[in-house]
């Protein structure tokens, strides 16, 4: 009680955001987002100064989850990337760098800011309607017959994370095991109620990546010293393995017995009853000839011993993580009660065996089909394996999203500078009388949606780390960089170096391509629609690819909260 | 406690409430911008609501502490226009400072004493003459007056009245246009509009579904953070914020039980102990429970009950049980939702499911299913058509949690001022009719007789409104047969013979007032002096306008809008101004007068100068042309807003202001007086975290003159 204070009056800032006090704050946000963005980032390490844990990572979700932001203006920023990443998991990095340009760049624009929010709205419902158009040729329909999209996408999302330290090699062997583990979950024929299958991620330290395997059914990981001891599997069939799971704990107590008084007369032992009744369900259990009791709990050492002298295997303490994917693999339904049981209750296993992956012990159980599988992943140390474990669930959560959502859209940054270049030959051709809506002149409209366009364009620049230029084509308006020390002149006059692709490696360079470098002034021109690269989509070559879904919310979110933070009038501090 | 005295004169009140004005005004209209606000805890809010700008400012000074709290009971009223209650109280302010100023330099040359004392006297005569001003003048101009240019939300297609949607959209337009940031308010808008409209079951019933919307809002909505805020939808039915323990799925109808109580029965419960004697009778009990749990579960099957809500944590075996018999459970369930729940569909909760009341207490749901909002798992209870009250989720979206509660409220807001506008005419309207003759020239109303209770205008009484419709007809007639502006002429000639109808209405001879009616139901056929409002055909969204908008002019009470954007104000300042011209009482016209030039504050913030826009002369010309050569206004860039919040907005801030006024003293005591505890605890534990030595804070009170 002695630091009773009284409470302070609030402090109240006016116009936090047109003032100088924002730029700098909003600088180093903007620099460590763009630095971090894309296959050739560079790497961040995390940590809180007082011997606390190092993250190296350059991926948004535990970039910005590990920031810590004081400017208030910045953490309303930061705070809305964070709720985009906890549902996309992905395109954080994109929606903060574009939110961030747009602040950024809008403030400098002579416009009041109701007008620049009004203009950059009717932008956005511009580019969100094109995207979701026929017409848009940006984006690619999910072709479920073959593997070449999924796989495509989930190299991309690989890639761009450079923080798990994966060869080439690595890359593709991770990214087949991610489709296979997601091709395992969808279930084969389609119901009216379909249940995606689960993937349990095993992370194994200290092991060469190759080394991780996708297997199906559950890994329990059995402690070393009871690994020979209690497991003689030899008395399992071959086939057809019964299974009883139990919810409740079979540790015999004598609990739960209600908020009032119970009172135990001498000579009455509670617990002796409670383990009879625990053996009278053991004896049940070999009456059913179920071979394997799993519980979630703890199980009496009696009724240990007991099943084990009728050779049935006992496993317990699963815990709550793996309940339901074991429920859902074999069909049992957890029991919740010691004295009724019924048939249907009980699940069945196609195989019980042993499994070993570096140090560890693990007992595995093998359904009859594929819904439920574990991958084990492995990489060499703490920090990379951290890493790697939140990229593949990265890379699931994207391919999940396909299932509700079938597009993907180019990668590698051309379908930002194509948008851009949308945008920018829409623009050209406004009316004042299509304005009057918005309330503004054709010179304002212009003004802001260049403002618009060069922020998408400076999105993805922020893909070049090394210094090298960055052009556009003025046919599709697709993403090109050059390596470092090549002198543009030489790449634009003489187009020798025909191997080169765009970002998204749909495109290869022709002699007839007319290029403008990408943040120059070029003449506006409508891009080619997807009819006319309709054809390229065919061709069987790997792509740059990425999540529709996480994009176009990305983009959504990144607009709208530079409009939420434009419009900020005053900032009201409680001091308390 | 000397020390602690200060003494409080109009200009010091003036500065608190231009400090409050200068915050406020940068986020009023349409113009204005967001608020982010920073708690202590490092939530982030961002809003543009006044009454949450203003008590989380935290405010330590008592004067302004007094605005803050009538501001917020002025929201809690109508659910919006605490802006305009800061600009509004402090333009009048302004002009009562100038007033005594003025007059001070000219009546006494005396020493400070007296100029203080005189200036207090001219304070209370102010305050005095403002109650006075509130309940016979203002009503009486806004009824007579400003009524013929009123609209109403009702159309009249072929003798059928029914709510016209244009109007209702424009209003909530108008009340969002204030509330909301301003790439998402129209969205908003409309998502409102279709909620009241996918609730409501007939047009009658409007009040009471808005009323039930503003009571139960907090049950009928779900923020979902983390999504643009264009993903916000409606959902049919009921969501319940609990995820199901166990979901069977489960096709068509099913029928549904609530339950109070745990099922599962434990050796004990909180009264009876349990004796153990023996270890067979330990065992018995223990299987007969849990044989006595999958018996009632075995019942609920025969029921064909398929659901059980429930409000307390069930036992594990229960859940185990309906998983067997293919029963969905919900449980902890908010005892509010299961208060929501038996209203909607009539339904009481079982204690313990037992036979005998299974069949009553059970109620038909149509659709029971998980819905994933944002990353979290709800249960949606579609029920079916045929309830009187058609329950619809709303569920709102936003990037950030301190956005999607700003929009939350504004939508709670909205419903409030809803409420307000179908709201039978406010009785205090009335009241200036009873006493008609007070503007007669030569009659000396003592202003200690005029003065009425604060409370009047807070609360509506209900006993008014037996005769209100009959009194409401009755003032129509009179409006229409003078011209605007007339008022002086129509108290002296009319004044003896209204008097007359009034008490023979209230002695029960309807005859005379029927036949007025009917007269004066023939003159409506041309409104001879209304402001004419048209509708620019040019504009693109023309089947969003009512088209027939003038046409609206129903003798209803409720529902009454005007055009927004300062019109209401500028007509009201009209009125008011040629009142003041023609009254004999000098002090009651030197009131009117200034509160009608207080009242062009609000249009002056509205239209400030800015490229793009109209600015101030030149609305308020168009208006008073319009008004005068009967022109019509084009109104199809404006919405509309309530007649009766816009009342009593100017009633709350004359409220606030005679009771400004006349303090002259702020004393600090160490200890609170006792009788102010209680509400000052209620009002502060709102504003602030809790603050335990009390007794050691200075609290400042404020003494209210009586010299």
């Known amino acids: 009680m002695a630091t009773v204070e009284m409470k302070k009056p609030s402090l109240c800032t006016a116009g936090p955001v047109s003032s100088a006090s924002i730029r700098d704050p909003l600088k180093v946000l903007q620099m460590i987002a763009t630095s971090s963005y894309g296959p050739t980032g560079r790497l961040k390490q995390v940590h809180n100064g007082s011997g606390g844990y190092v993250i190296t990572t350059s991926q948004s979700s535990a970039l910005i989850s590990g920031l810590s932001i004081s400017h208030p203006v910045l953490q309303l920023l930061v705070s809305s990337i964070r709720n985009h990443i906890s549902s996309f998991s992905d395109c954080g990095l994109f929606a903060l760098i574009l939110c961030c340009n747009l602040i950024d760049r809008c403030l400098t624009l002579p416009l009041s800011p109701h007008k620049i929010i009004t203009i950059n709205n009717s932008l956005l419902n511009m580019c969100l309607s094109y995207l979701t158009s026929e017409a848009c040729a940006c984006k690619l329909k999910v072709d479920f017959s073959c593997n070449s999209s999924f796989i495509d996408l989930t190299r991309s999302v690989l890639c761009s994370k450079p923080a798990c330290m994966l060869t080439v090699k690595e890359v593709d062997y991770i990214t087949v095991l991610v489709v296979k583990s997601f091709l395992f979950r969808v279930p084969a024929e389609s119901t009216s109620n379909v249940l995606l299958g689960r993937t349990v991620m095993v992370p194994v330290e200290g092991l060469s990546v190759m080394e991780s395997t996708l297997i199906p059914g559950v890994l329990i990981e059995m402690p070393g010293s009871s690994w020979n001891r209690t497991l003689d599997l030899s008395y399992m069939p071959s086939a057809d393995i019964k299974l009883a799971l139990f919810s409740v704990s079979l540790s015999g107590d004598f609990g739960d017995t209600g908020d009032g008084f119970v009172d135990v007369m001498d000579g009455v032992d509670p617990e002796e009853v409670m383990l009879e009744q625990l053996l009278a369900l053991g004896k049940r259990l070999v009456d059913d000839h179920v071979h394997i009791l799993v519980c979630q709990k703890v199980i009496h050492p009696s009724l240990k011993q007991y099943l084990k002298e009728q050779k049935m295997l006992a496993v317990e303490r699963l815990g709550a993580a793996l309940m339901e994917p074991l429920s859902q693999m074999t069909g049992a339904q957890s029991i919740a009660s010691l004295s009724s049981l019924y048939s249907t209750c009980y699940g069945s296993l196609r195989q019980i065996s042993r499994m070993s992956h570096g140090n560890k012990q693990y007992l595995h159980l093998i359904p009859c089909d594929t819904s439920v599988c574990s991958f084990v992943l492995c990489n060499r140390n703490e920090t990379s394996l951290k890493e790697l474990v939140r990229v593949c669930q990265t890379a699931e959560h994207t391919l999940n999203q396909l299932l509700k959502d079938p597009w993907l859209l180019l990668g590698g940054g051309c379908a930002e500078t194509h948008l851009a270049a949308y945008v920018r030959s829409k623009s050209t051709n406004i009316h004042s009388s299509d304005l009057e809506e918005l309330n503004c002149s054709v010179a304002e409209y212009k003004l802001a949606s260049d403002c618009f366009s060069s922020c998408l364009e400076s999105t993805a620049r922020s893909l070049e780390h090394d210094g090298g230029d960055t052009l556009t084509d003025l046919q599709d308006g697709h993403f090109w960089s050059l390596p470092p020390n090549s002198t543009p002149d030489i790449i634009l006059h003489h187009c020798t170096e025909t191997k080169q692709k765009c970002g998204c490696q749909l495109l290869r360079k022709s002699d007839d391509t007319v290029w403008s470098m990408l943040g120059s002034a070029y003449k506006p021109f409508s891009p080619r629609s997807s009819t006319d690269v309709y054809q390229l989509f065919m061709s069987k070559e790997p792509l740059v690819l990425d999540s529709f879904s996480g994009k176009y919310n990305g983009l959504k979110v990144a607009v709208n909260t530079a409009g939420l933070i434009l419009d900020l009038a005053y900032v009201i501090k409680d001091e308390n | ?707």
């Open chain 2, 1 to 707: 406690m000397l020390q602690h005295t200060k003494l409080l004169d109009i200009s010091k009140i003036l500065q608190v409430a231009e400090s409050l004005e200068n915050t406020v005004c940068g986020c009023f209209g349409p113009d204005g911008g967001q608020v982010l606000f920073i708690k202590s805890t490092g939530e982030l809010i961002i809003t543009k609501d006044g009454k949450i700008i203003l008590e989380y400012l935290l405010l330590d000074h008592p004067v302004a502490r007094v605005i803050v709290n009538s501001a917020s009971k002025h929201y809690s009223v109508t659910g919006d226009g605490v802006k305009s209650f800061v600009l509004l109280l402090c333009a009048f302010l302004r002009e009562i400072q100038r007033m005594t100023d003025k007059m001070e330099d000219l009546l006494v040359s005396g020493n400070q004493a007296v100029r203080y004392k005189s200036k207090g006297y001219m304070l209370r005569r102010i305050s005095n003459m403002l109650l006075t001003f509130q309940s016979t003048v203002l009503g009486s101009i806004i009824k007579q007056c400003l009524r013929p240019h009123f609209l109403s939300m009702y159309t009249n297609i072929k003798g059928n009245v029914t709510l016209c949607r244009a109007s209702l959209q424009q209003t909530l337009d108008t009340y969002f246009c204030g509330r909301n940031t301003c790439n998402n308010q129209g969205f908003i808008s409309r998502l409102a509009c279709d909620y009241v409209y996918k609730c409501l079951h007939c047009a009658d019933g409007v009040l009471e579904v808005v009323s039930f919307v503003d009571k139960c809002f907090s049950e009928l909505h779900t923020q979902v953070p983390g999504f643009p805020v264009d993903n916000s939808r409606i959902l049919p039915g009921l969501v319940l914020h609990r995820d199901f323990s166990v979901y069977c799925p489960v096709e068509g109808d099913l029928q549904a039980l609530i339950v109070t109580d745990q099922i599962h029965q434990s050796l004990s419960v909180s009264d009876i102990g349990f004796v153990v004697s023996s270890d067979i009778q330990l065992q018995i009990s223990q299987q007969h429970l849990q044989q006595r749990t999958e018996n009632i579960m075995k019942q609920l099957q025969n029921y064909q009950i398929k659901l059980i809500l429930s409000t307390v944590k069930q036992h594990e075996i229960v859940n185990f049980y309906a998983k067997l018999h293919g029963i969905c459970v919900v449980d902890c369930i908010p005892s509010e939702e299961i208060e929501l729940l038996c209203t909607v569909t009539g339904a009481t909760p079982v204690s313990t499911p037992l036979t005998d009341h299974l069949q009553n207490n059970a109620f038909l749901v149509k659709k029971c299913q998980p819905v994933l909002l944002g990353d979290k798992k709800y249960v949606q209870l579609v029920f079916s058509g045929s309830l009187a009250f058609q329950p619809h989720s709303i569920v709102l979206y936003g990037p950030v949690r301190g956005l999607t509660e700003q929009i939350a409220s504004s939508f709670h807001g909205a419903f409030k001022m809803l409420k307000q506008l179908f709201q039978p005419v406010d009785a205090s309207w009335e009241e200036s009719l009873n006493n008609p003759d007070f503007c007669l020239p030569n009659r000396r109303v003592s202003v200690e007789e005029q003065r009425v209770p604060c409370s009047h205008c807070q609360n509506d009484s209900g006993c008014f409104d037996c005769h209100l419709q009959r009194i409401d007809q009755y003032t129509h007639m009179h409006c229409k047969q003078n011209a605007p502006g007339d008022i002086s002429k129509l108290t002296l000639t009319e004044a003896t013979a209204s008097l007359t109808t009034c008490s023979q209405m209230c002695t029960g001879t309807l005859n005379l007032c029927l036949h007025q009616v009917a007269h004066n139901l023939q003159q409506e056929a041309e409104p001879v002096h209304s402001l004419r409002y048209s509708v620019n055909l040019k504009q693109k969204h023309l089947k969003t306008l009512p088209a027939n908008v003038s046409l609206h002019k129903q003798p209803t009470n409720n529902g009454l809008v005007l055009p927004s954007g300062g019109i209401f104000e500028i007509l009201l300042h009209r009125h008011l101004h040629s009142f003041a011209e023609t009254c004999q009482e000098t002090e009651l016209a030197m009131v009117c007068s200034m509160f009608g030039d207080a009242l062009l504050c609000i249009p002056k913030h509205i239209y400030q100068a800015k490229k793009g826009r109209p600015c101030f002369p030149l609305v308020y010309k168009q208006v008073i042309n319009a008004l005068k050569s009967k022109e019509t206004i084009d109104i199809s860039q404006r919405g509309l807003e309530s007649v009766s919040c816009k009342y009593q907005l100017i009633s709350s801030v004359l409220q606030c202001i005679s009771k400004l006024v006349t303090i002259d003293l702020i004393i600090g005591v160490k200890r609170r007086p006792q009788n102010a505890e209680n509400e000052e605890t209620k009002n502060e534990s709102n504003i602030s975290r809790i603050n335990t030595l009390r007794l050691h804070k200075m609290v400042c009170t404020i003494i209210i003159s009586e010299d």
